[in-house]
């Protein structure tokens, strides 16, 4: 496998429109799984919010062995991932991101008056946030 397109399978966008799908799908229970995860009792788990400000980005980096989602409350961003930011997917309210352990990534906010607010899941409470020296590629490969 080529290292340029090593990480293309590290991230899975869920649109706001497939969750309101299934939320109002045959089944009627208002209720949608987003992203499964194992061990659901909470004493590993941390959610929280995240906002990027206006015209703000992240550097890169991952989260070491954590798996990340995120969902879009307001705002949109960018996410860029793979070892040179190589590709990337907009986002915005009601949309739904998961990190695969180990991803390096980026989020950006292109808008320049509002700030872009996620909120988060992690699959682990420590804070592990491992900052790359990675150089982007200029134009990145849209994959969603």
């Known amino acids: 496998m080529q290292a340029a397109t090593k990480w293309r399978a590290g991230v899975t966008v869920v649109r706001a429109a497939a969750l309101d799908q299934a939320l109002r799908g045959p089944s009627g229970s208002g209720r949608a799984t987003v992203f ?4 659901s009792g909470g004493d590993k788990t ?7 400000p206006p015209q ?14 995120i969902y879009v ?18 986002i915005g309210p009601g949309d739904a991101v998961y990190f695969a352990p180990h991803v390096p990534h980026q989020e950006f ?8 607010v996620f909120l988060v899941v992690r699959s682990d409470d420590e804070r592990i946030a491992i900052k790359l020296d990675a150089v982007p590629v ?4 849209t994959v969603f």
Do not use: C, Y
Not at 46 to 52: E, K, L, P, Q, S
Not at 109 to 116: G, H, I, Y
């Open 36 to 39: 499964d995860f194992a061990g």
């Open 46 to 52: 941390w959610i929280g919010m995240a906002t990027v």
């Open 56 to 69: 703000a980005k992240t550097g890169a980096h991952h989260h070491g062995r954590h798996e990340v989602a």
């Open 73 to 90: 409350v307001n705002g949109r961003s960018e996410i860029r991932w793979g070892e040179r930011l190589e590709f990337a997917a907009d």
């Open 109 to 116: 906010n292109p808008d320049s008056a509002e700030p872009a």
């Open 138 to 141: 200029e134009t990145p490969e």
